[in-house]
C-alpha cells in the first residue's frame, strides 16, 4: 500500500446510509460525494469497498459476503481442529 502524501489510511465504513470514505488509496468517499479516484493502483481493500457500495445501490449481495465466507470459515475451522487433532472429521 502506497500513500500519496499527508495522509495515511484515513478509512471508514460508518453505515445506515451514510459514510464511507477511504482517501489514502486514493479517494473514493460516497456522502463526501466524489465516488472513486485513482492515481495510484487501488488496493484489494479499496476495490471490495467499491463492490461493497455497488451492491448496496444495486440492491444485491455483495460478491464476498459474509453469509458466503461464513461456509469457508466453518471448513477452515474443521481443517485445524483436524490437524490438532491427527484425524479425519466429517463435514456435513
Known amino acids: 500500500m502506497m500513500s500519496t502524501g499527508g495522509f495515511l489510511y484515513n478509512?471508514?465504513?460508518?453505515g445506515s446510509k451514510g459514510y464511507?470514505?477511504?482517501i489514502d488509496e486514493?479517494?473514493?468517499?460516497?456522502?463526501g460525494n466524489l465516488?472513486?479516484?485513482?492515481?495510484?493502483?487501488?488496493?484489494?481493500f479499496a476495490l471490495e469497498l467499491k463492490e461493497f457500495v455497488d451492491s448496496i445501490r444495486q440492491k444485491r449481495e455483495p460478491?464476498?459476503?459474509?453469509?458466503?465466507?461464513r461456509a469457508v470459515i466453518e471448513v477452515l475451522e474443521v481443517a485445524y481442529k483436524s490437524a490438532e487433532e491427527?484425524?479425519?472429521?466429517e463435514i456435513t
Not at 11 to 14: N, S
Not at 26 to 31: K, P, Q
Not at 86 to 89: A, E
Open 35 to 44: 465516488f472513486m479516484r485513482s492515481e495510484q493502483k487501488l488496493s484489494n
Open 86 to 89: 491427527h484425524s479425519s472429521i
Open 63 to 69: 460478491l464476498t459476503s459474509g453469509r458466503k465466507n
Open 20 to 22: 464511507l470514505l477511504l
Open 11 to 14: 478509512r471508514y465504513l460508518i
Open 26 to 31: 486514493t479517494e473514493l468517499r460516497l456522502n
